[in-house]
Every structure is written in C-alpha cells, then in structure tokens.
T-cell receptor, first 115, second 115 residues
Framework: QQQVKQSPQSLIVQKGGISIINCAYE??????FPWYQQFPGKGPALLIA?????SEKKEGRFTISFNKSAKQFSLHIMDSQPGDSATYFC??????????????FGGGTRVLVKP | DGGITQSPKYLFRKEGQNVTLSCEQN?????MYWYRQDPGQGLRLIYY???????QKGDIAEGYSVSREKKESFPLTVTSAQKNPTAFYLC??????????????FGAGSRLTVL
C-alpha cells in the first residue's frame, strides 16, 4: 500500500521557470515531511523538510508548501536551472518508540530543465 | 570523510542463489535502513534497525534477511525466495531520534541483476 502519492512522474521545464511537484498522504500520524534529490547513479540526498505545524518553508530557490487539512504538500523550484535536473522524492516519517523512525517515500518525479 | 559505503556496486546473480549486499557507515548513526528502488516506484523500505541486535520488517521484507551485529554494519541478504530481485538497493543511516531529528544519509547503491 503506497501511503505517499507523488505527481507528476516527470516534468520538463525551461531554464528560469518554476517546477512544481505535488504529494498527498493518507496517514495523519506522519509527523515529518522531507524532500530528497537524486542524481543518476547516486543515492538520494536531503533537500528540504517541513513539520506539519508549518505551512511553508523556503530555502533558497526551494519552497515547501504544506496543507495539513488536505493532507497534501508540494515542492516549488523557482528559477529552475539545468543543474536541478534530477529525480525528486517526497517522503513522510513516523517515529515508533520501540522500532524507531520509518520513512515512506513517494514514487518520484524526474525533472528535466532545458537550457 | 564520514559516510556510507555500499558494496559491491554491481552484482550479477544466477537464479536460486543467495547474495549479500554490504553496508558500512562511519557516521556513528544508531539507525540503518535498506530500500529497494525500481523505476517508477520510488524507494520501498525492506528492513530497518534502530539499535544493534534489533531490526524491523519494512513494507517489502519477504525474500530478504538482515543482521545488525555491529552499529556500523547492516548487511542485506537477498535470498532465492525473492521472486524479482533485480533492482537498485540503497542503504541509509540516521541518528535515530524522533521524526525531524532523523535525517537519512544514503549510500551510492548496489545494482543487482539476476541472470
């Protein structure tokens, strides 16, 4: 059962444009929502993250918008650059006292920024 | 440099053989994870471990086994019972604290191909 749904699967944007990736979750027990960036042949790396008590977080050209009532969150990449071409994953985390943290990922979005 | 080392990077296996993927970290992290990555399906959690000598099944544990005898090491065995083992396998580690404090660091991955 996929608990985090991500869309679109891929998108193409012109240099300088805005890339928008959306995610929806089902389990209201999730309490931390990170985004990871992955380049081909590499492991993912943390890009930006947000807690559900915050509606927006911005770091440089990357912004997360969070809508707790709708159980949705999105990543906006402003002024997209060719170097941003990568696969982006949203994720949601639950902490279990006995078992530890369980991080569930969305299906990923492949972003291509054209020069 | 601190990080996660996965080996081998590429592995070929005949059907019916067990194979073990190595994961070592020198980040002094408590928690370690194994994910499987298939095209279009994102990262799916196989097993995770919060502390030495304890581990939990993830969402797709069938056909896999792990051990956590040392804090630094979390090897994954892909058994012959795994019906479709060809995939990219990613190991990660984290501090293991409550959600929000547990940023995952990923290795570069191991690509397993069953012939």
């Amino acid at each position: 059962q996929q608990q985090v749904k991500q869309s679109p699967q891929s998108l193409i944007v012109q240099k300088g444009g805005i890339s928008i990736i959306n995610c929806a979750y089902e389990n209201t027990a999730f309490d931390y929502f990170p985004w990871y960036q992955q380049f081909p042949g590499k492991g993912p790396a943390l890009l930006i993250a947000i807690r559900p008590d915050v509606s927006e977080k911005k770091e440089g050209r990357f912004t997360i918008s969070f809508n707790k009532s709708a159980k949705q969150f999105s990543l906006h990449i402003m002024d997209s650059q060719p170097g941003d071409s990568a696969t982006y994953f949203c994720a949601a985390s639950i902490w279990f006292k006995a078992a530890g943290n369980k991080l569930t990922f969305g299906g990923g979005t492949r972003v291509l920024v054209k020069p | 440099d601190g990080g996660i080392t996965q080996s081998p990077k590429y592995l070929f296996r005949k059907e019916g053989q067990n194979v073990t993927l190595s994961c070592e970290q020198n980040l002094n992290h408590d928690a370690m994870y194994w994910y499987r990555q298939d095209p279009g399906q994102g990262l799916r959690l196989i097993y995770y471990s919060q502390i030495v000598n304890d581990f939990q099944k993830g969402d797709i544990a069938e056909g896999y086994s792990v051990s956590r005898e040392k804090k630094e090491s979390f090897p994954l065995t892909v058994t012959s019972a795994q019906k479709n083992p060809t995939a990219f396998y990613l190991c990660a580690s984290g501090t293991g604290g409550a959600s929000g404090a547990n940023v995952l660091t990923f290795g570069a991955g191991s690509r397993l191909t069953v012939l």
